[in-house]
């Protein structure tokens, strides 16, 4: 809201301008004819601006009245719209603050960590745990301080599970925090359970002294006739195997339920889960189960929906003074599966029973590393006191390693390969993923990297070279942008590929850069296996040399063995300078080393290569003619 007014007394013009945001007076004087005005002070308005109005020509009082107001109108225009600006501000700053309000759950959380590391990480791999990978996949999530691990899921014929769970007691482990699966029937015809014979899951861990059990339970239209078996009968069923645990099992035994169906039973059957829900919520305090669990097994429900499973699930739970522990575990689909993990402890959950790592079903699951991360990053102070978190990332590496014989996909958050990398420039970023996990965060090349990010990643690889300055890193960074206009994708991270590029603008190979692609390791069998046939192709011609055996091949043996397809003559000039390209050592032969330089850089490069051709074409139009022409260009 602006109002105005002006009056003129004794040939001065006063005028008073009162907004939401100011409340100021500006005087325009009139005296002896001469037009000026005074400063005009817009206090509180977009960064305090200074405004002075020039004077008009005509000194002429009537005019000068005519003038002042059309200075006025204008003014107010200018102070209007800056109010407006000022109250969007504003409103942004409110409603961003109470959108990030909820948030604040995950600050405060004393979350429940139930690791599913063991069972999830097996399941749809083309191959099952070993006792030894069980084992190794135990010690890692311990090394978290997962206090909590699902180590089993039984059926009538023997498993690993079942040796594996005899040796944890054997060897002592603490089986308060020792969990498995079982079924809440032993078997189902015509849709209808047996009610009566003792579920094979329980039935095991008695036998190997076990007490922490996880029952699955389904509710959808699929499993069961809740016609004839209805929902009352499910709770008795609950509730007689949730007795039998404690009779059988251990009089502290600890019992869950996990609903493993929701997402087909919710959108048209939501009051079967809430009363099961106050079923086992009206049970007596001591026979009350240890909490509940539940899951997207298939990743296609939205957060908000798997929020308010969680919501009504806690408030029949609440309602009861039920303060046992809502768990969910998600898995991935359509790339909301941490968000949706992160919903469901926003509305009501208070854990997770997760694989510290990706692996699992389909596409995976949400895993704990990904989600303590964030509770972390939001200042969750409590997850920092309660587990190892600094050891997470390294976890869930080690157990992708043990689960698929690979490292976890280098764009995978928080432990992947890129996930601790520097991207825009050297500064660190506010929560420094690296830092945090003690690690020293690669700095990645790309055309948004500065020449001063360039210099560093040259003197992180290859130490300390006097032809390290900026002005080849200028150069080396003109280059990729000069690849990118042209159309060249090429990856400069590397030790191959930045020793490469290093040469391309105009540097010469150290030792230290020789000595640093010798030992670089290629990726994958497939790779070495190509440069080893190649290698067989350089021994074939090595036997025509004068001297054999010595890693070295002449100049005509290499140009015929190798060149020949893409140089037309061995005399030609263009010729003479792709020879000098990989003649590092300036001897007037080949070193295999030298040559092996660029097989390297191609398979890196170009993983999918399917041949030896393939191979050497690459090596050729990508890698030594480039570097041939950056020779001749030394040459004028």
């Not at 008795?236 to 251990?250: D, G, I, S, T, V």
């Not at 993923?433 to 790309?446: D, M, Q, Y």
Request: proline share 4%.
């Amino acid at each position: 809201m602006v109002s105005c007014c002006y009056t003129i007394r004794q040939n001065v013009i006063h005028c008073h301008i009162r907004t939401d945001l100011a409340d100021c007076q500006w005087v325009y004087s009139a005296l002896t004819g001469e037009s000026e005005i005074g400063d005009c002070y817009q206090h509180d308005i977009v960064g305090n601006v200074n405004t002075r109005f020039l004077p008009h020509p005509e000194p002429r009082r009537v005019q000068q009245e005519g003038i002042f107001y059309r200075h006025v109108c204008i003014l107010v225009e200018i102070i209007e719209m800056a109010s407006k600006i000022q109250q969007l501000a504003s409103s942004y700053t409110k409603d961003a603050a109470k959108a990030v309000e909820k948030y604040q759950v995950l600050r405060d959380l004393d979350i429940f960590v139930l690791d599913n590391s063991i069972r999830e990480s097996t399941v749809g791999q083309m191959r099952g745990h070993t006792m030894e990978s069980k084992w190794a996949i135990y010690d890692e999530v311990r090394k978290c301080g997962f206090n909590h691990t699902i180590v089993g899921s039984f059926s009538h014929s023997t498993r690993v599970d079942d040796d594996f769970c005899r040796q944890l007691i054997e060897r002592g482990e603490d089986p308060e925090g020792l969990w498995a699966f079982s079924e809440i029937t032993k078997g189902i015809k015509q849709k209808l359970p047996d009610t009566e014979s003792v579920p094979v899951g329980i039935r095991k861990m008695k036998e190997f002294g076990l007490h922490c059990v996880i029952f699955e339970v389904d509710l959808g239209d699929g499993v069961y006739d809740f016609e004839k078996f209805t929902i009352k009968d499910m709770c008795a069923l609950l509730n007689k195997w949730n007795e039998w645990c404690y009779q059988n099992l251990n009089p502290k035994a600890k019992v869950v339920f996990s609903f493993r169906d929701l997402p087909d039973t919710m959108p048209e059957h939501p009051s079967r889960v809430f009363e099961v829900v106050s079923s086992l919520a009206n049970l007596p305090a001591n026979r009350r189960p240890f909490g509940m669990l539940f899951e997207e097994p298939r990743g296609k429900s939205l957060p908000e929906e798997c929020g308010m499973w969680a919501r009504y699930i806690r408030r029949i739970m609440d309602d009861n003074k039920w303060k046992g522990h809502l768990l969910v575990h998600v898995h991935e689909k359509f790339g909301l599966g941490d968000v949706t993990a992160l919903q469901v402890l926003m509305d009501g959950a208070d854990g997770i029973w997760a694989s510290v790592c990706a692996e699992g079903a389909s596409m995976g699951n949400s895993p704990s590393c990904v989600t303590l991360m964030n509770l972390i990053r939001l200042g969750n102070k409590k997850v920092l006191k309660k587990f190892n978190c600094t050891y997470l990332r390294k976890a869930a590496i080690n157990v992708t390693i043990t689960s698929t014989g690979r490292e976890p996909h280098i764009k995978q958050p928080v432990f992947g390969a890129r996930a601790i990398d520097f991207v825009f420039d050297l500064l660190p970023e506010e929560f420094d993923l690296a830092s945090f996990f003690g690690e020293k965060a690669p700095v990645r090349i790309t055309t948004m990297a500065s020449k001063e990010m360039i210099l560093h990643r040259l003197g992180e690889l290859f130490g300390d070279e006097p032809e390290f300055t900026l002005d080849i890193a200028n150069r080396m960074k003109e280059l990729i942008l000069e690849d990118l206009r042209t159309g060249r994708k090429e990856e400069y991270m590397s030790e191959v590929g930045l020793a490469l590029l290093f040469d391309r603008a105009g540097g010469t190979l150290s030792a230290n850069m020789r000595d640093a692609i010798d030992n670089f390791e290629l990726k994958g069998p497939h790779a070495q296996n190509l440069i080893d046939q190649v290698r067989k192709i350089w021994d074939e011609w090595d036997l025509k040399d004068e001297a054999q055996g010595d890693n070295m091949l002449q100049f005509d043996s290499f140009y015929n063995g190798f060149m020949a397809p893409y140089f037309s003559c061995y005399r030609c000039n263009d010729t003479k300078k792709a020879l000098q390209a990989i003649d590092m050592d300036s001897d007037g032969m080949v070193d295999w080393n030298e040559f092996e330089l660029y097989l390297k850089w191609a398979m890196h490069q170009y993983p999918n290569t399917e041949d030896v051709d393939g191979l050497l074409d690459i090596t050729f139009r990508k890698g030594l003619i480039p570097a041939m022409q950056d020779e001749f260009l030394k040459t004028q």
